[in-house]
């Protein structure tokens, strides 16, 4: 039994959805529903109730999925272990990441690599994209966890990591703040509360606009989500952000709406085709492939 088919089937457990899990894996969902079928070939039993529109983790999927989550936390603690003992030696590698790092479990990775591998030292450096970018061409950090919406550029090695997509951030009391999803084009006469010109998701979210017809009326950029949310709380603006630190910055009297249509970002791991990878870059890369897409 493949140990990536078993981190696939922990990942379809969690969100019930085939299109769904196979955009968290990239991979095509004809792929998915084959490795998932070996696994249920393997073990003599449907782990799925399989409807039109979603899957239903059945009681052997529920026996089976602690173990499955347990495979992948030894293997990835073996290869840990085996690593270090082979490599008792020290290295330092630079890592850069966008600003939302603890809204998509980057912290976590962080840390954890820190507090299994402690003979290697972990620098990290936090900025947009685009810097991102920047410091990867010239050397200035080994790693970077970036956000794209177009990953047709070939010019780094990039691992997906996790995706988003845009949404609405709307004080409760805006008409639109019970809608199941809204086109850009109703809020065409709102005042916009972007994050700060030149970084990646001002650009994202302008040509957003432009592609439904309309010039945004910006009213406030800046550097941190969690000002803007304050402001948009406030009735001083609407606000467009990604998902997941949208949710997790909220709280109350906000609303996130859906917008149509999708505009999906993926966060990936990048570093440069020229880069020589040492024992400790190897080794993150790993540790990164390892973790359960979220």
Do not use: W
């Not at 039994?1 to 899990?21: K, Q, S, W």
């Not at 998932?36 to 089976?64: M, Q, W, Y």
């Not at 950029?221 to 304050?230: M, V």
């Not at 997790?248 to 085709?273: E, M, N, Q, R």
């Amino acid at each position: 039994m493949e140990i990536d088919y078993i981190r696939e089937f922990v990942t379809l457990a969690d969100v019930g959805n085939y299109m769904e899990a196979a955009d968290i894996l990239f991979i095509s969902q004809s792929t998915l529903s084959r490795h998932i079928k070996s696994i249920e070939e393997d073990l003599g039993a449907p782990l799925f109730d399989r409807t039109t529109r979603k899957v239903v983790i059945n009681d052997f999927g529920k026996i089976f999925l602690p173990y499955a989550k347990q495979i992948m936390n030894l293997q990835y603690d073996y290869t840990t272990a085996l690593f270090n003992h082979q490599n008792n030696i020290s290295e330092t590698i630079t890592i850069g990441a966008i600003p939302v790092m603890a809204q998509y479990h980057i912290t976590d990775v962080l840390a954890d690599f820190q507090r299994e591998n402690r003979n290697f030292k972990v620098h990290i450096i936090e900025a947009d994209s685009s810097e991102l970018k920047e410091m990867l061409r010239n050397e200035q950090c080994d790693f970077a966890f970036i956000r794209e919406h177009d990953d047709s550029d070939n010019e780094f090695v990039k691992i997906p990591f996790t995706t988003d997509h845009m949404v609405a951030v709307l004080p409760s009391s805006h008409p639109l703040s019970s809608a199941s999803s809204i086109s850009l084009e109703q809020l065409k006469d709102e005042n916009f509360l972007f994050l700060n010109k030149g970084t990646y998701m001002h650009t994202l979210c302008v040509n957003a606009c432009k592609s439904a017809g309309f010039r945004p009326n910006i009213a406030f950029t800046g550097y941190r989500a969690e000002n803007i949310i304050s402001l948009v709380r406030k009735e001083m603006g609407v606000a467009l952000l990604t998902k997941k630190p949208a949710v997790y910055l909220a709280g109350p009297d906000i609303s996130i709406v859906d917008v149509t249509p999708c505009f999906t970002t993926t966060i990936s791991l990048a570093y440069s085709k020229k880069k020589e990878l040492g024992n400790a870059a190897k080794h993150f890369i790993n540790s990164v492939k390892a973790r359960p897409k979220l």
